[in-house]
């Protein structure tokens, strides 16, 4: 095996691959690079147009697996960043670009840390990483096939980490055990248009579809639950598209989202909404799509396990927590235990986004006391 890579400059080369969902831009192929230099065997699992990859080391138990995205999000407006979004820029004490913290910077700590206890010698069971690069987009040909893929190889880990950006302040502050689920759904009320002089010639949908969502708005869905906070049912639009004050129109939609703790399934949610809109509409359309159910992985040995890492390190007992929205831990969860720890997310998807070199070189060492209490 060749000398460990150095963290910084193997998220620095990541970060110079402009590698915006879907295209991968040779992220990738560094990567399988420095991991295949480090003893792995990488196996490249493309689906649809999308790059995926997995590589493991050693054929035995435990299982330590990590998970990542090299796909980033578009930079916005580069002329207003203060360095290229994928120059990869060490200044003033951090690394800039986009992918700094969500997730390049912690897929090459991970890597560092993997190499660095590999020095030693073959580990005792085995380490994988599944990458994808399709996180930030429709995560329909990513992490869930590859995810399949290992299942019918025999290839499933004992516990997943996934490098998600969890902290808001600072490393070491929190540790992602769960997510909510996500429910969106898309409301069509058909009614009579006609003049607003003469409203029994009509049939106003309007009012009709402004009750049905005063009704599903009327009562908190649940009071939250032993590790989540109370459900939410936002509404994102009503749109009538009605530019004459005097024509009760013809038709009226909105659009909702409810994010939903481990007291629901999107499918009772979905039965709920049909039947709140029935009472009130009873011709209307409904159309719900889901990103993810909720999940949850008890606090048991193996999260145990990645607290003591993040503490022996950071000097701070993470808290566990469920907030923020989906990743892709949202299927692994079911095939296996999965947790999230990263960077500081502070900065991500926004103009500038950085990481300290400090928090990067802390997730290493964070990594790599897990890697040896998972692989003694």
């Not at 990513?142 to 996934?162: I, R």
């Not at 009538?240 to 409810?258: H, S």
Request: charged share 20%.
């Amino acid at each position: 095996m060749s000398a460990p890579p150095d963290p910084v400059a193997l998220a620095q080369a990541l970060i110079r691959c402009a590698s915006v969902t879907p295209r991968d831009a040779d992220a990738q192929d560094v990567l399988a690079s420095c991991l295949t230099a480090c003893g792995f065997a990488v196996t490249r699992l493309p689906f649809g147009n999308v790059a995926n990859l997995f590589a493991r080391i050693g054929t035995g138990g435990p299982h330590l697996c990590f998970a990542g995205h090299t796909d980033v999000v578009p930079p916005g407006d580069e002329a207003a960043w203060s360095a290229g979004p994928f120059a990869g820029t060490l200044r003033d004490g951090s690394l800039w670009g986009r992918g700094a913290c969500d997730m390049k910077g912690a897929i090459a700590a991970f890597v560092a840390a993997a190499a660095r206890h590999l020095a030693a010698g073959p580990p005792r069971g085995s380490l994988s990483l599944l990458i994808t690069g399709d996180e930030e987009g429709e995560a329909i040909d990513g992490t869930a096939k590859v995810l399949a893929w290992m299942a019918g190889e025999g290839q499933l880990p004992d516990f997943c980490v996934v490098g998600e950006p969890t902290n808001p302040e600072r490393i070491g502050e929190v540790v992602k055990i769960g997510r909510r689920g996500s429910l969106s759904a898309k409301i069509t009320v058909r009614g009579r248009q006609g003049h607003v002089a003469y409203p029994a010639r009509a049939d106003n949908p309007v009012h009709r579809l402004l009750a049905a969502l005063t009704d599903m708005l009327a009562e908190p869905l649940d009071g939250g639950s032993e590790w989540f906070a109370p459900s939410s049912l936002q509404v994102t639009s009503v749109d009538v598209g009605n530019p004459t004050a005097n024509i009760i129109p013809a038709e009226a939609r909105a659009a909702l989202n409810i994010r939903f703790n481990d007291r629901h399934s999107a499918a009772s949610l979905e039965a709920w909404l049909r039947t709140t809109l029935a009472k009130h509409a009873p011709d209307a359309r409904l159309a719900a799509a889901t990103s993810g159910e909720a999940f949850l992985t008890q606090p048991g040995p193996q999260v145990a396990s990645l607290l003591a890492a993040v503490e022996s390190v950071t000097g701070i007992a993470p808290r566990l927590d469920t907030g923020g929205g989906t990743s892709d831990a949202r299927f692994i969860a079911r095939y296996c235990p999965v947790a999230e720890f990263g960077l500081v997310g502070a900065t991500m998807h926004g103009i500038d986004e950085r990481v300290p070199v400090a928090d990067l070189l802390a997730l290493t060492d964070i990594y790599r006391v897990l890697i040896g209490g998972f692989l003694p």
